[in-house]
Antibody, heavy 120, light 107 residues
């Protein structure tokens, strides 16, 4: 059974870079056709897609975040990562990683999510 | 960006009720729509994809319909575990977007 697990600091200072990793277990991140994505949810609010990546390294980002986002993949570790630079309080959210069956697709399964708070 | 608008934003119902949640896209998205259920403190759970295909393991009381711009999620007989927030998501566009959510509460 495929499982995803987010990890990283729960507290980031304003203007710094948020860094999270998603570890995939129970399957290979290099499986053909699957994409891997990041989604976030500010406390009490809705869901926002951040971006997606293929195991080859091809990336697709939400234009509203594109200037600050980098998503990368490490197939040797079966992980993909998110970096969000120049964070502000507005970036405080639960960050989820998830699998897509193809580039344009639904998300399933999801990681449990990790809360990242931006505060000095 | 394709805007997804859900209605209602919240409502109350009783166990055994039949409920319908609506999701409207700002432009046609064919059947490229998914529905999720989210409970407090948990990740969203996929219920339906391709507008009407039930994800494996999801109870058959959940059903989805629609195409183009108007979609519905129906729960035929509410159970206690169904009280949650529901989101729609379009994947027609490279900019994937979600609805704002519909909170279903116990009456």
């Amino acid at each position: 059974q495929l499982q995803l697990q987010e990890s990283g600091p729960g507290l980031v200072k304003p203007s710094e870079t948020l860094s999270l990793t998603c570890t995939v277990s129970g399957g290979s991140i290099s499986s053909s056709s699957y994409y891997w994505g990041w989604i976030r949810q500010p406390p009490g609010k809705g869901l926002e897609w951040i971006g997606s990546i293929y195991y080859s390294g091809s990336t697709y980002y939400n234009p509203s975040l594109k200037s600050r986002v980098t998503i990368s993949v490490d197939t040797s570790k079966n992980q993909f990562s998110l970096k969000l630079s120049s964070v502000t309080a507005a970036d405080t959210a639960v960050y989820y990683c998830a699998r897509l069956s193809e580039l344009l697709s639904w998300f399933d399964p999801w990681g449990q999510g990790t809360l990242v708070t931006v505060s000095s | 960006a394709i805007r997804m608008t859900q209605s209602p934003s919240s409502f109350s119902a009783s166990t055994g009720d039949r409920v319908t949640i609506t999701c409207r896209a700002s432009q046609g998205i064919s059947s490229y729509l998914a529905w999720y259920q989210q409970k407090p403190g948990k990740a969203p759970k996929l219920l339906i994809y391709a507008a009407s295909t039930l994800q494996s393991g999801v109870p058959s009381r959940f059903s989805g319909s629609g195409s183009g711009t108007d979609f519905t999620l129906t729960i035929s007989c509410l159970q206690s575990e169904d009280f949650a927030t529901y989101y729609c998501q379009q994947y027609y566009s490279y900019l994937i977007t979600f609805g704002q959510g519909t909170r279903l509460e116990i009456k």
